[in-house]
């Protein structure tokens, strides 16, 4: 339930200029906005704002004044309120993790800087446009790269995965450091020309079962290479051989249909999965950043 806004914060009389905020904006983006439209100095508006509510910090601090921000904007009390963020409503990843923070399209946003609460790719569906970083890039014609963010849209945005986060650098890194190995002649790629081979990457990791293989300690440096490998190939088209099958039946974990035991003595390990050897602990560990939210997933 809404709570009503302190006595002291509802002697604050809204701006002259009303602003209108976004569906999930944040309240330091509507702050922002606000300032802009009335052309007051955040400094000064935060200054009176803590006049009549001294308990706000000495530094301006938008997301500890949501009540007073919707008494200055002129906006039904309530739309701040904590019970109505992403974590609140359960479509965080877990408890404790930062707020999931992205910029609208300026398209979208008619030129205006958003910032929402939710993860959101680095492409705007709607006007078929590269955004991220405030580029403004054509991407008419490109059917795989926003095919690429609809994978970022649908099952990375069901699991609270963004585009910038730890498997979206591991999946960058697993390419360059194949593409070293095997296309060392190969010019360097910008970024939209891998996006769809990155939101591939990131979905494979990041899939329950291969989440399930990676907890599992019994597999080892080796088990973890040979299947973080064999996704790789499978999923990038570099190997004819299908993805190595991933299960885990009664706490064991069967690779290929073998034991792991087994599977990690005997499989040969290819030269990207020898190159990977070093670096299991940290791609481990980065991909189970976030394995407790996996374990109520499914």
């Known amino acids: 339930m809404t709570q009503p806004p302190d006595q002291r914060i509802a002697q604050l009389r809204a701006l002259p200029v009303e602003v209108t905020p976004w569906l999930l ?9 606000l300032c802009i439209a ?23 601090s938008p997301n500890y004044a949501g009540h007073a921000l919707e008494v200055l904007g002129g906006i039904p009390i309530g739309r701040f309120d904590k019970s109505q963020t992403p974590s609140a409503l359960g479509s965080s990843r877990a408890k404790g993790q930062p707020q999931p923070r992205s910029l609208l399209c300026r398209r979208c946003a008619r030129g205006e800087v958003v910032e929402i609460a939710r993860h959101v790719g680095p492409i705007c569906i709607r006007h078929r446009r590269w955004h991220d970083g405030g580029a403004d890039l054509d991407l008419d014609g490109r059917a795989s790269v926003l095919a690429a963010q609809r994978i970022i849209n649908g099952a990375l945005s069901q699991r609270g995965i963004a585009y910038r986060s730890p498997e979206g650098l591991i999946a960058r890194e697993l390419l360059v450091a194949w593409r070293e190995l095997h296309q060392p002649s190969h010019a360097p790629s910008g970024e939209i020309d891998d996006f769809p081979i990155v939101a591939r990457l990131m979905s494979r990791l990041s899939e329950p079962e291969f989440v399930r293989m990676l907890i599992h300690t019994k597999a080892g440096r080796q088990g973890h290479a040979a299947a973080i490998e064999s996704v790789f190939t499978a999923t990038v088209g570099g190997s004819s051989s299908p993805a190595m099958m991933i299960e885990v039946r009664d706490r ?18 290819g030269p990207f999965a020898e190159s990977l050897l070093p670096r299991i602990p940290t791609i481990r560990a980065r991909l189970l950043q976030h394995r407790n939210e996996f374990g109520h997933a499914n």
């Open 25 to 33: 904006e944040t309240p330091e983006s509507y702050f922002d906005r």
């Open 38 to 60: 009335n052309q007051i100095a955040p400094a000064d508006l935060w200054l009176a704002m803590r006049r009549s509510e001294s308990r706000l910090p000495l530094g301006v």
């Open 252 to 269: 064991e974990l069967i690779l290929s249909g073998r034991p792991v035991r087994a599977v990690a003595r005997t499989i040969p390990l």
